[in-house]
């Protein structure tokens, strides 16, 4: 598990400077990282190092990522914020 310190830096880390990608991965990572398991942790991690363009597509959907884990933790983004979305 990502001990405080390092919560922290991912949370600062999901600050892309794209909306559209700050209003996906903001919320995320202070709310469901911290709850997540080690290894979604890390896999998470990975996610934010790859570059905004690619995040840019995946999350909109216009491409899906070739690593089965990115895939997957995209989803659970997407998943999530659909999920915490107050209906109107």
């Known amino acids: 598990m ?15 400077g794209m909306l559209e990608l700050d209003v ?17 942790q890390q896999i998470y991690v990975r996610l934010l190092s790859q570059q905004d363009p690619d995040l840019f597509t995946w999350f909109m959907g216009s491409a899906t990522s070739d690593d ?7 989803k659970q983004v997407q998943d999530y914020a659909q999920s915490s979305q107050v209906p109107a």
């Open 2 to 16: 990502l001990n405080a310190t390092e919560l922290r830096r991912q949370v600062w880390h999901s600050r892309r």
């Open 24 to 40: 996906l991965l903001g919320p995320f990572s202070v709310h469901a990282l911290p709850l997540i398991s080690a290894d979604q």
């Open 68 to 74: 089965k884990e990115l895939a997957a933790m995209v």
